[in-house]
């Protein structure tokens, strides 16, 4: 566990089921599941594609990145399992204050499976092209080490059920047993 705190933040690449590892494993942990995307939608009043579209890609990430801030200097924080969106790594700072939240999983998948994960998935602006498992394995070539960088503990999920990888992560976490 990361200094006093015992949230878990959860990082990965689009599809990567952060989301859902995280809700499950908050309910079984008995924890508070907060999702940065869906504060971002909530207190913008409009979708992400709404926000890229109308602000811009750099909108959203100062956005993302004001949340983590606020995340790491709030101490208060606890008992809390925090899905990212998949590109809060590209920050340097986030992938520092990231680990200042709690401990950083990494959920690592293959092209493939993310592909299979998010294929006609419109909610993605960034997958908004022709050829995206192209996109995916450009992206994750650029991003990976960023990944590896934040990360604490890193989860090969390829092949493994939302059960297998949310008993995966608790571990990893510090936590034996799950509810
Ligand atoms: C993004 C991932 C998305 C969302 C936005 C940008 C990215 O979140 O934040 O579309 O840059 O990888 P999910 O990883 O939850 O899909």
Known sequence: MSGSR???????????????????????????????????VESQGRSIPEIFREEGELYFRELEHGLVQSFAEDERLRDTVLSTGGGIIINEDNRRLLKK???????????????????????????????????????????????????????????????ETVKAVAAAAGYDALK
């Open 6 to 40: 015992n949230n878990i933040c959860l990082i990965g690449y689009m599809g990567s089921g952060k989301s859902t590892v995280g809700k499950e494993l908050a309910e079984r942990l008995g924890m508070t599941f907060r999702d940065t995307d869906e504060i971002i």
């Open 101 to 163: 939240i709690g401990c950083v999983v990494y959920l690592r998948a293959s092209a493939q499976s993310l592909y299979e994960r998010v294929k006609g998935d419109e909610g993605r602006p960034l997958l908004n092209t022709e050829d995206v498992y192209g996109r995916i394995k450009d992206m994750l070539k650029q991003r990976s080490p960023m990944y590896e960088e934040a990360a604490v503990h890193i989860i090969d999920t390829d092949g493994l059920s939302v059960d």
